[in-house]
């Protein structure tokens, strides 16, 4: 299966990445790296859940996503948030389009009826799945494969923000499942120069560390 190309309004882009640094869901320090959870040091500490308290910046993402759709999934029949992030999101982009949403675990439960995907989805539904950020895109394929396993069809995965990191490219193009966020790291770092919240000295380890993560700061 071939993916098709997804186009990101760059004004947009734009617009998200700087709404995204000013209310600091995301924060650059190519000084003082953060280390994630994995252990690996990184420049950029990225939390989308911060969007759901700003109700501006929480529209405009909507907003956004709810175009997304419109330009190349006009088909879609379902919303699916993956939990938990993507979640609020997915909820306001199907009120946005009036359309039924459901939200994926990020495994089944352990009692009742042990369900992955919560609200009803039937087969051949056709469905965008809704994620707050992309990494190495490897729990944002497990979502849409859920999907597909319960009989729907996953047409794309859209975010908020992604990594760029190639891991995720080439595991969507694996799975025959297209992509897009609404900005990304490039995007970002670029708004953050013109900002001044980065200087130009930082430009080259900051482009460094996406194309090689676990070599960043050793």
């Known amino acids: 299966m071939s993916t098709k190309t997804i186009v990101t309004n760059p004004q947009l882009a734009e617009q998200v990445a700087a709404a995204l640094l000013h209310i600091q869901a995301v924060a650059l320090r190519p000084n003082q790296p953060f280390t994630w959870t994995s252990g690996l040091k990184s420049p950029i500490y990225c939390d989308n859940r911060i969007t759901i308290s700003y109700p501006e910046v929480r529209e405009l993402i909507a907003d956004g996503l709810v175009a997304l759709i419109r330009e190349n999934f006009p088909d879609a029949e379902v919303i699916a948030g993956a939990a938990t992030g993507g979640i609020p999101h997915a909820a306001w982009v199907a009120q946005k389009l009036n359309l039924p949403m459901v939200y994926v675990r990020d495994k089944a439960k352990g009692h009742g009826k042990e369900n992955l995907i919560e609200g009803y989805i039937q087969p051949g539904q056709k469905t965008v799945v809704i994620e707050d950020l992309i990494s190495t895109g490897g729990s944002s394929l497990k979502v849409a494969l859920a999907v597909n396993d319960a009989g729907a069809q996953a047409l794309g995965v859209l975010g908020i923000f992604s990594y760029q990191f190639e891991k995720a490219s080439e595991a969507f193009a694996g799975a025959g499942i297209p992509f897009e966020t609404l900005t990304n790291y490039s995007i970002l770092i ?29």
């Open 190 to 218: 670029d708004v953050a120069l013109k900002q001044g919240s980065i200087q130009q000295a930082d430009l080259e380890a900051l482009k460094a560390w996406r194309l090689n993560p676990s070599e960043f700061g050793k």
